[in-house]
């Protein structure tokens, strides 16, 4: 038996040290154990000081004991290694634990134990949890705003449908993939607009489905016998003007009552709101803000004076401004900037606005990708004989933007998070949603179980964002 | 002279446009004006502004100018962020190297706040903190006592109010204080310099900063007095506390939720500072026999900090411009006062909007020149 140097532990007594210091740890975690989950405290005879401190004291000796390097044992050395390297660390390690071990109970008993989710009144909720009824009622309310219960479905439909064509560029094929670009920066986004406007909105249908379909397949079916040099002018135009002459020139009699055409109720932009709301703001504020914030990243970085000076005034003000300001703007000083007659609608302002200050950021955050390509690449296009567009479009921007993923789902982020924003000029998504339901008399006292629930989905919301966006990043690293 | 074209023609039609859109924007604004019969002008600004702010830092009433209204708005704005600012560096800076920690557990929960914190709306987490977790503190009359002396209640965090006595005294003794450590420092780094000896700077500036200021007290006539907050009853129901310093709890639920908001951020920007560093230069300077605390001080340290700080005042410019969302919770800042009440009472939409936005962007623009002139100058300089 070797002499027991209880300050020093050593490998010679590992056996004593170890069984010495896991069972003063486990005394240790065993008090607080009880003591959080069914509220005893074992050391209630002692002053209320040292039973609050024993039990760290107490896994701190033990932690002493067992910091003994290379014992062989794998599972003491990890222990060692990773959260018992220093008295100092020993001790942090120990209040984390015990702070996660006292906050379980409270969390757990709101959120399931004590918590009630049946009935559908105020009055359904005894418990001392989260009440659940109340989201559950408001549910729709939360998701949809003040849109009419009858007509929800084509919110759902048009998020269904704009989710799937969204992700064609998942399937296609490689022989379509080049087309993608285009079908994302200029066909989906208005096909998205077509859909929010004329289906979420019920605004005037001058699109009607079955003459596009014909105009459709007899262009497809004429289109055999184009040549190829001007097939792809041939189904650029000829469906429209297919579509125009049968609507207004075959069928002019049936078209000319266009009120009969409107397929839906009318729903104006007052009445969305909830999550629907902040979807469809983040989405179109994310499509325009990006193109606009790359043009402003080239206006910065190019060789004209007028352009750059502007460009760069544009992007500083917007980034020197809160954008609760800009939304202030757009609601009260911006019709005093249109002609009196003209209406444009708070929802549309509101974009508009969002998407000029998000692009801003954009363009900054472009700006560093383009900045961070070194000069050989513009030096290498131009020997090729490359104009402005033609090196920017095929060979700086591809790289750029792939250097600028990170920051871009930043800026991204940042617009999602800022949608709640939108409450300033009266429109109600989520949050402002949870702070209408919170006034109501028969919910008083529910603002807690809202947040919570608005913060959670917020929070997958972005956490998924994020996340995705690393993928992405990982996806097109490419070796320089 | 081709050359030239191709170069001039996108200049102007782009100068073209601009001043068509400003120009359209500007003929609009008048005829709608004129139509309204509001004429432009700021001499709005020194008219009664009558209305009333519930906080603010300097005298103010409705019987003041609508100036001064600004100028309250702009206090408060002020306050929020140098409040925010102080409290998330400090968060942030533990944070970040906690994320750094070899620690397991501590690089946890450090990642779990900042993953937490960051993923939620700012604006969500104030009206979280200003209606639902400030809303659970007890009455005025129920609160109890923390520290002996302050009251966290519903209606706010009451404080002793400090109550100085020659205080222009005791600011002496601390400017002093101040120009004698930097004089000290220097001498000790030419001791360093030329001697190799180094001084105990860090005790000696810490002992200066303390025992100056504390002499003031024992012979300048310096005193400090506490008033404290004490619960008065207005009515059978109602109570408030009188004297003492009240915080209200907007400010709180404001600088609370931009202050963990934000130091997400700074921490990850100290986070990325430190990695930023190549193990070499530590190894580097282990090697020449530095100890670990000279390593993190002298190499480390002003590597790191030529990483951190750009992005770290960015983060503080964000928190300043952010602190608008004061409006929300009716803190009376400079958005809500100016742009909201101001504009409210006097529909002076393009001169109120304009001079909010003014505002903001003098002071993000100052700083970020101030952050550039700082770049400049500890930006490596190469031979």
Known sequence: MNKLNLLKPDLNNLNTYLYAGSFLIFISLLDVFLNSFFAINVTSYLPQTISFILPLFLGFIGLHLVRIEFTGIKNLDLLNKNINTTNFNAILTLIIIFV?????????????????????????????????????????????????????????????????????????????????????????????????????????????FSYGIIAF??????????????????????????????????????????????????????????????FIVSFFCLIFCFPVGMFLALGRRSALPTIRYISIGFIEFWRGVPLITVLFM?????????????????????????????????????????????????????????????????????????LVIPGIAN????????????????????????????????WLGFAMEGYVFAAIIFWIICYAMSKYSYNLEIKYKTER | ?????????????????????????????????????????????????????QFSLIEYDGSHSYARAYLVGLLNTLLVAFIGIIISTILGVIIGIARLSPNYLIERSAAFYVEFFRNIPLLLQIFFWYFAALRALPLPQDADVMFGVSFLTIKG????????????????????????????????????????????????????????????????????????????????????????????????????????????????CVRAGIQGISKGQKEAAASIGLTPRQVLKLVIMPQALRIIIPPTTNQYLNLTKNSSLAAAIAYPDLVLVFAGTALMQTGRAIEIVSITMFTYLSISLSISMLMNWYNKSIAIKEK
């Open chain 1, 217 to 278: 397949a007899v262009s497809i079916i004429v289109g055999f016998f184009v040549p190829k040099k001007l097939k792809v002018w041939y189904f650029l135009l000829v469906p429209i003007i297919l579509y125009i002459s049968l609507k207004y020139f075959l069928f002019y009699e049936e078209s000319i009552d266009l009120g009969k055409l409107n397929g839906f109720n009318w729903v104006e932009t007052g009445a969305w709101g909830g999550l629907s709301l902040t």
């Open chain 2, 1 to 53: 002279m081709n050359f030239k074209l191709k170069n001039i023609g996108p200049q102007l039609i782009t100068i073209a446009i601009v001043v068509l859109v400003f120009g359209f924007f500007t003929f609009n604004a008048q005829m709608n004006m004129e139509n309204r019969g509001i004429e432009f002008g700021y001499g709005f600004l020194s008219q009664e502004s009558s209305f009333d702010v």
């Open chain 2, 157 to 268: 965090l009451f404080v002793p109010r400090f109550v100085w006595e020659n205080l222009d005294i005791f600011f002496y003794s601390i400017i002093a204080a101040a120009i004698s450590i930097v004089i000290i420092r220097n001498y000790a780094r030419k001791l360093q310099e030329n001697e190799g000896k180094q001084l105990p700077i860090f005790s000696i500036s810490a002992g200066l900063l303390i025992i100056l200021p504390l002499l003031t007290f024992l012979f300048g006539g310096v005193s400090l007095n506490f008033e404290l907050p004490v619960l008065k009853q207005i009515s059978t129901t109602s109570f408030i506390y009188e004297g003492g310093l009240g915080i209200p709890p907007e400010l709180i639920a404001l600088t609370l939720a931009l202050a963990l908001y934000t130091a997400t951020f700074i921490a990850e």
């Open chain 1, 411 to 442: 800026t991204f982020l940042a617009l999602v998070k800022d949608t709640p924003l939108i409450f300033v000029v009266g429109l109600l998504e989520l949050v402002g949603m949870l702070n209408l339901a919170k006034t109501n008399p028969d």
């Open chain 1, 100 to 208: 996660i071990i006292k906050s379980i109970p409270p969390i757990l008993s709101w959120f399931i134990i004590d918590a009630n989710i049946t009935g559908d009144t105020k009055e359904a909720c005894t418990g001392s949890g989260a009440c659940w009824t109340y989201i559950k009622i408001w549910l729709r309310r939360f998701v949809y705003g003040m849109y009419p219960n009858a007509e929800q479905w084509r919110i759902n439909l048009s998020f269904i449908s704009l989710l799937a064509l969204g992700s064609v560029g998942y399937f296609a094929t490689e022989k379509f993939k080049k087309y993608l670009t285009l079908y994302y920066v200029v066909i989906y986004p208005f096909i998205a607009f077509l859909f929010i406007f004329f289906f979420i909105s019920g605004g005037p249908v001058f699109f009607e």
């Open chain 1, 330 to 402: 757009s609601s009260v000083m911006f019709p005093m900037f249109l002609p009196e007659d003209f209406f444009m609608d708070k929802l549309v302002r509101v974009i508009i606005a969002i998407s000029l200050f998000e692009a801003a950021y954009v363009a900054e955050v472009i700006r560093g990708g383009l900045q961070a390509l070194p000069r050989g690449q513009y030096d290498a296009a131009k020997s090729l004989g490359m104009g402005y567009w033609k090196m920017h479009i095929l060979v700086i921007l591809p790289q750029a933007l792939k």
